[in-house]
């Protein structure tokens, strides 16, 4: 998503933000999949600047639901 951001491609940026949105939201990550609808929405919408600016806030919430996933894996019982 970043690459495609960086590249100025709307119809890249919205298939990477789809892609991504549908990721967060199948792991319960609201705030961030609702970051990346703005993101699919703008570029869809050919706002290929809006969107580069709507995916500004994405990297630090993806980073944090990053973490809180290592730390969730990290508490839970080993395998047997």
Aim: proline share 6%; hydrophobic share 50%.
């Amino acid at each position: 998503l970043a690459a495609a951001a960086a590249s100025g491609a709307g119809p890249e940026i919205a298939k990477a933000a789809h892609l991504f949105r549908g990721a967060a939201a199948t792991i319960g990550a609201r705030e961030l999949a609702e970051l990346l609808e703005r993101v699919e929405n703008s570029a869809r919408a050919g706002d290929v600047s809006g969107a580069q600016q709507a995916f500004e806030p994405v990297s630090p919430v993806a980073h944090q639901v990053i973490a809180y996933l290592r730390q969730y894996h990290a508490a839970l019982p080993p395998e047997e």
